[in-house]
């Protein structure tokens, strides 16, 4: 049997990640893939060569992505995919980010709410207006098999008896009657996460995810929040409460913690993550996230700001630190959910935005709970921007997908990339190397 050379060809998304004399480590990055493969095996194929030995590698070739067939444009596929993510109207998913207040008892230099009104909450008629517009989209598609809300702010947690209690509550009776799972997330400083708040909030298992967002220990913290040592010691104190009390009620969801890195606090987070690990109170359901902080808002009062290969030579640093096994660099569909048609922000007077960081910002309000969405320029240029040129003749595309579709916009279409190849290579190669111990 041969296979002629007019019928397959190798992927354009392929990346030797390692080798040795006889082996290749193939990693597509399209398909997420890792194939060892003979080294004279994979010559044959890149010379067009499918006949032979070749032959009884094909099948899994083309399964794992390393060879697709000759006449398909790659690229066209990946934005084909991405487009059809994007405008799916019929998935059976809902979230919103939904923002109780603007209003936060800190005051961090790099929020990318600076500048804009951040006060009052989220009155009982925009709740109730909430409720109706989502009864409204369940009745309509009986698709819909889950809804996810985030809590975000501000600091949501100002607004926990006035707006989180109850409108939670009504969000789950509205899913029970239908039949809809319904899910919850917080993205929350932390300092009005106390012990009375526990039962409510994860008693049920309805929220999966909560995230804290630590700038370094207390001197750094304080520097950085605009806050106090007082501020510091509640905010960590009700993180290993919370990690024991989900210990000891062995409840499952992932408590997050986000630590912002720059080129000046990093030593500073390392000494964090060891007073955190040195207390009785800190279970292993606390995870920590090393990200690259980046100049939001007005206020520029923080200058050294990593560049991409700064921060992912830190992360690998990180990972060694707290021997966390490297993550394998997954290829998305799309960058963000808020790229999508079933993902939305919902603010304080229930305006309608596509993106959190665009809360408070009259300009890019994209309708209003009430009256439903507004096709204006900016939802539509945001929702049709394209890639920038570069991407398309970028091998790991597929992993990165354009990076934020909010800041590409905000900076007219090009930003600095958030992966080099040869990092993610690196990680990939880590990954493998883990495994194999």
């Not at 890792?34 to 099948?59: P, S």
């Not at 560049?307 to 490297?326: C, M, Q, R, S």
């Not at 009256?371 to 570069?390: A, E, R, S, V």
């Not at 990339?417 to 990939?428: A, G, M």
């Amino acid at each position: 049997m041969t296979i002629t050379n007019n019928a397959l060809k190798l992927s354009y998304y392929n990346l030797v990640v390692d080798e040795t004399a006889t082996e290749l480590y193939i990693w597509n990055t399209k398909r997420g893939s890792i194939v060892k493969l003979e080294k004279q095996i994979y010559e044959k194929v890149t010379q067009g060569c499918f006949n032979g030995k070749v032959i009884q590698y094909i099948d899994a070739l083309t399964k794992e992505g390393i060879v697709v067939p000759k006449d398909l444009d790659e690229q066209q596929e990946i934005i084909f995919r991405a487009r059809q993510r994007q405008y799916s109207t019929g998935r059976e998913s809902l979230g919103f980010v939904v923002a109780p207040t603007l209003a936060c008892n800190f005051c961090c230099p790099y929020c990318f709410e600076q500048g804009i009104e951040r006060n009052g909450i989220m009155s009982n008629e925009v709740q109730e207006s909430f409720i109706e517009a989502l009864k409204k989209k369940l009745n309509d598609n009986s698709q819909i098999k889950s809804v996810r809300i985030t809590w975000f702010g501000g600091e949501p947690l100002l607004a926990y008896n006035n707006v989180i209690v109850p409108l939670q509550n009504a969000l789950i009776n509205l899913c029970n009657e239908r039949d809809v799972r319904i899910s919850f997330s917080i993205i929350t400083n932390g300092y009005y996460l106390t012990e009375e708040k526990f039962d409510y909030l994860f008693k049920s298992g309805q929220t999966k995810f909560v995230q804290i967002t630590l700038d370094g220990s207390k001197e750094e913290y304080i520097k950085r929040k605009g806050t106090t040592a007082e501020a510091f010691y509640t905010v960590i104190n009700n993180i290993l409460n919370l990690s024991e009390y989900l210990y000891k009620n062995s409840i499952r969801i992932k408590l997050n913690i986000r630590l912002n890195a720059d080129n000046a606090n990093y030593t500073n987070i390392k000494e964090l993550v060891l007073e955190l690990k040195a207390d009785e109170r800190f279970h292993d359901n606390i995870y920590f996230a090393l990200e690259r902080l980046r100049e939001y808002g007005q206020c520029q009062a923080l200058t050294n700001y990593c560049t991409t290969n700064e921060f992912e030579n830190l992360k690998y640093d990180f990972e060694d630190f707290i021997g966390k096994t490297v993550k394998f660099p997954e290829p998305k569909t799309v960058f963000c959910g808020q790229h999508c048609m079933n993902v939305f922000c919902i603010g304080v007077n229930g305006e309608i935005y596509k993106c959190e960081h665009d809360l408070g910002v009259s300009e890019h309000v994209i309708g209003d709970i009430k009256t439903g969405l507004t096709f204006n320029k900016y939802f539509l240029d945001f929702m049709d921007q394209p890639l920038p040129k570069k991407c398309f003749s970028c091998r790991i595309l597929p992993v990165c997908m354009g990076g934020c579709p909010h800041r590409r916009f905000s900076h007219g279409g090009d930003i600095e990339c958030d992966f080099t190849i040869e990092n993610l290579v690196k990680s990939v190669k880590r990954f493998i190397l883990n495994k194999e111990v």
